[in-house]
């Protein structure tokens, strides 16, 4: 059956260090992965996207790596501040199911001053 | 611009009884979408629409109803509810096809049934 899964504990860091994601997924062809941030008692806001063809994005302090073969994704936050403290999802889109986003349980992080 | 605006913000339910959950956005968006966020999950699609007029279902349909008579518009509607309905319901929309197009979700609505 299809599966996301990401981490599966809490990630607690230091700040300035920089905090590592993980999205391991099965059984999906994804043409694209989303990450979204979502803060409590809020709805997600999107962070960035990734298609199926590049292996890196970049933006500012993100980067979000994609290893179609490994079938995982990598979410990167350098420099991390205690703002960054939230919960992050990612979400797959498929090409045969345009429209229909599959979306992870999410891993909180927490970003200690 | 508003956004995706969402209401009511909270809502407790007897079970049986019904409600609708109301979803607007402004960007005259094509796309939209209903979820369900139980504890410590992720977001299940309950319905989508491809624009006025067409719906169809996702992952988790049933107990709910959706209609889209307006771009602007997309009520969920949640007959005879039941315990199993608890949950924080979020609505989204995108421009365009959903390859990929990023979604812009309201604040949600947490709704315990009991």
């Known amino acids: 059956s299809q599966k996301i899964e990401q981490n599966s504990e809490a990630l607690n860091i230091q700040e300035g260090k920089t905090a590592t994601l993980t999205c391991n997924y099965t059984?999906?062809?994804?043409?694209?992965l989303q990450w979204y941030r979502q803060d409590p008692g809020r709805g997600p806001v999107f962070l960035l996207l990734?298609?199926?063809?590049?292996k890196e994005k970049r933006k500012e302090r993100l980067k979000v790596t994609f290893d179609t073969t490994l079938k995982q994704s990598l979410f990167h936050i350098t420099a991390s501040q205690p703002a960054d403290s939230a919960t992050y999802l990612c979400a797959l889109d498929m090409s045969t199911n345009a429209g229909k986003s599959t979306f992870g349980d999410g891993t909180t992080l927490t970003v200690k001053p | 611009n508003a956004g995706v605006t969402q209401t009511p913000k909270f809502r407790i339910l007897k079970i049986g009884q019904s409600m609708t959950l109301q979803c607007t956005q402004d960007m005259n968006h094509n796309y939209m979408y209903w979820y369900r966020q139980d504890p410590g999950m992720g977001l299940k699609l309950i319905y989508y629409?491809?624009?006025?007029?067409?719906?169809d279902k996702g992952e988790v349909p049933n107990g709910y109803n959706v209609s889209r008579s307006t771009t602007e518009d997309f009520p969920l509607r949640l007959e005879l509810a039941a315990p199993s309905q608890t949950s924080v319901y979020f609505c989204?929309?995108?421009?365009?096809?959903?390859?990929?197009?990023?979604?812009?979700f309201g604040p949600g609505t947490r709704l315990t049934v009991t």
């Open positions: 989204a929309s995108s421009y365009s096809l959903g390859r990929g197009e990023e979604q812009y």
């Open positions: 629409s491809v624009g006025a007029g067409i719906t």
């Open positions: 059984n999906y062809s994804p043409a694209y």
């Open positions: 990734i298609r199926e063809n590049e």
